[in-house]
């Protein structure tokens, strides 16, 4: 499966953006899908998880509260709806698929096999 993020942009804190990715293919609803974000000099960290049928999501602990994922399989498409953007979510966004075999798996980038190439968000102060 080929994935293309697409969204990201420059905001002032507490403002909003919507991620999207969509997914090549007819396999799309057979695989978790996973948001991840790596800033500048940091490592890569989960931001958010959804099951191959939507009916259950994983967020980083940062992020709950103010970021949603959802899935359109129809559509082939996952979302990232960021509210109450802050400096610190600056990053770049990279969306991934995968066969996360088991609920805390969802978390691990090791799980995920397919990666877009990423969306630059910023937040300004």
């Known amino acids: 499966v080929q994935l293309q993020a697409s969204g990201g942009g420059l905001v002032q804190t507490g403002g909003s953006l919507r991620l999207s990715c969509a997914a090549s293919g007819r396999t799309f609803s057979s695989y978790g899908m996973g948001w991840f974000r790596q800033a500048p000099g940091k490592e890569r960290e989960f931001v958010a998880a959804?099951?191959?049928?939507?009916?259950?999501?994983y967020y980083a602990d940062s992020v709950k509260g103010r970021f949603t994922i959802s899935r359109d399989n129809a559509k082939n498409t996952v979302y990232l709806q960021m509210n109450s953007l802050k400096p610190e979510d600056t990053a770049n966004y990279y969306c991934?698929?995968?066969?996360?075999?088991?609920?805390?798996?969802?978390?691990?980038?090791?799980?995920?096999?397919?990666w877009g190439q990423g969306t630059q968000v910023t937040v300004s102060s």
């Open positions: 959804i099951t191959r049928s939507g009916t259950t999501t």
């Open positions: 991934a698929a995968g066969y996360p075999p088991y609920a805390s798996r969802y978390y691990a980038s090791r799980e995920y096999d397919y």
